[in-house]
């Protein structure tokens, strides 16, 4: 009894699915509930095994409502080549069934897109609100994928938020959400979720975004993972965790431009996801498939934002872009050579082509695009073949605009010219006269902080490396070093200054921390008479302290050292070349009397005990000395 019921069950199944139209909500009811009948009387009547054709079950009871046959309103619907077509359909004999008006309101909002101007009087017009009630009249009848490009439709028709036809559509896609296919839930995501947040649906966005992350595991293709990730992944940190789960799973999948917009998402929410990063950059590396000129500016951008190295990925974008140069605009130029300034990474080939670019195209290019040129090459302490010819543009294109830039921006462009040692008197003059700099004396921001600091530079720069330099300069009282965020003590800073203490025996043989009147921190400082001892700091005169402390002049030959170490950051990407800003700083500590003393990772790393470290030091410190006797 029990094999035959289920052998009854399995038959009118198929047969129901069979006749059935695969989304009609409708059918699907009224098949549980036919389906619950027969069950239970082929349980209860002893004559159910009797043979006949299941059909003759099925037609007893109208079971389906099967999608209606297309008709000729549809194609009208579909030619429709203006909004007067669509409402005419209202009155011009025509059966409308409960999809009808629905599809009509979509192929509205597609022709009123181009033609914003005339929603405002298509929403007065009283078809069009004949319209709105019969679809609101046969909501529940409409089918899922019609049902989300209508809410679509009416968010872009600007129907009021408090319209009842659009809370009650609102209110449906809400009802149905369990039951709507994925593939719905991102069209909502892709064409919606925007609109929701501009016009107060926070309870809809909400639960959209919940069943999208509840439901992640079925999202099957690449174009729907990335369309969800770059709609709404900033909405929601828990979706967005998911969505980068799954693109680690379809990332093979992906073309170039999923990628990009995959990276490009990733910076903008500031994400940086190093599987994720690693994976894209992996398929970037190992797959052959060419890049446009956009994707590869994208990419780069990107990668500068998350501060995301990845050397062979660097590679390949300077190589594929160097051809592309002579197509990029000025704009192009200036962002692309500043996603390379924050990666720290040089290539010599491209930025050559870079600078050849802004001197092909002198008069065109845009100032602050050539700003921009600028900082990244004092980063990066570039300074192109034809170094005359460029920088006599620069200082051509600044003269009379200068001081028409932001403030900030004009201590910028200064400092990089101080960096590049391109500094004019006139252009210093310009920004260490009293009403300018006074606006960042007491500024309490990290902004206005960074840019005093960079006026310390730029002081310094006046002071020690331009003797024909008149003035004016920063005040004294200006000069006095700020007390600053304690920052944690780095292995080499402490294994730097136990050594060296360890070799000074005394407390009043070396200073630590030493910050400078000229805006720089030295690690250590320690004099030297002529046969290389270590003298007591306290009672000697130390100019570059502010203010200058000691009144005793040094003895003759003794020499004044720093010690500057030089961390894994301060280097160029790939590179024992340091970035621009640390050699100013070198170059400014030189200047001011030092014999410098440097210290880099890469070289201490390789010292394993005491006796070593003790020992580098010492063998550095008589370099220093020998260099300059022999000078």
Known sequence: MAARLVKCCTCLLREATRLAPAGSPVGRLRLARVTHKTLTSSATSPSSHLPGPLSQHVEKEQVFTPYPERQEVDTLIEKATQPEELLEL????????????????????????????????????????????????????????????????????????????????????????????????????????????????????????????????????????????????????????????????????????????????????KRRSVPLLRAISYHLVQKPFPLTKGVLLDLAYAYGKLGFHQTQVFQRLAADLLPHTPSLTSGEVARCTKSFAF???????????????????????????????????????????????????????????????????????????????????????????????????G????????????????????????PDYTGPLLPASALVPRPSADRKVTPLQKELQETLKGLLGSPDRGRFMVATQYGWVLDAEVLLDTDGQFLPLRDFVAPHLAPPSGSQPLPPGAKRLAFLRWEFPNFNSRSKDLLGRFVLARRHVRAAGFLVVDVPYYEWLELKSEWQKGAYLKDKMRKAVAEELAK
Request: hydrophobic share 45%; with cysteine.
């Open 90 to 269: 209202l009155g011009g004999g025509h059966c409308l069934h409960h999809n009808h008006a629905a599809l009509a309101l979509i192929q509205l909002s597609r022709l009123l897109s181009e033609k914003p101007a005339d929603k405002a009087w298509l929403t007065q017009d009283a078809r069009f609100q004949q319209l709105l009630h019969l679809v609101n009249s046969q909501i529940t009848a409409v089918w899922h994928g019609t049902l989300v490009k209508l809410l679509r439709s009416l968010y872009a028709l600007a129907l009021p938020a408090a319209s009842r036809e659009l809370r009650s559509v609102e209110q449906e896609v809400r009802w149905r959400m369990r039951r709507l296919k994925y593939k719905h839930l991102a069209f909502l995501a892709e064409s919606s979720a925007a609109y929701m947040q501009e016009r107060g649906s926070r309870e809809l966005l909400a639960e959209l975004l919940l069943h999208l992350e509840r439901r992640w595991a079925e999202i099957e293709d690449g174009r729907t993972l990335v369309a969800i990730l770059v709609k709404t992944g900033h909405l929601s940190e828990p979706l967005m965790n998911r969505l980068e789960d799954k693109c680690l799973e379809l990332v093979e999948q992906f073309g170039p431009d999923e990628l990009r917009k995959v990276l490009v998402a990733l910076a903008f929410q």
């Open 443 to 466: 500024g309490g921001s990290p902004k206005d902080q960074s840019t005093f600091q960079k006026l310390l530079h730029i002081d310094a720069s006046a002071r020690l490396e331009h």
């Open 343 to 441: 990666l720290k990474w040089l290539n010599l080939p491209l930025f050559e082509a870079f600078a050849q670019h802004v001197l092909s195209r002198a008069q065109s290019v845009a100032l602050p695009h050539l700003c921009n040129m600028l900082l990244a090459f004092a980063r990066l302490n570039f300074r192109p073949e034809q170094e005359d010819r460029f920088f006599s543009l620069v200082h051509e294109r600044l003269g009379s605009e200068l001081a028409r830039l932001d403030p900030g921006l004009q201590v910028d462009v200064l400092w990089a010219l101080c960096v590049l040692q391109q500094a004019r008197g006139a252009e210093l003059q310009a920004v260490l006269r009293p009403e300018f700099h006074t606006q960042f004396l």
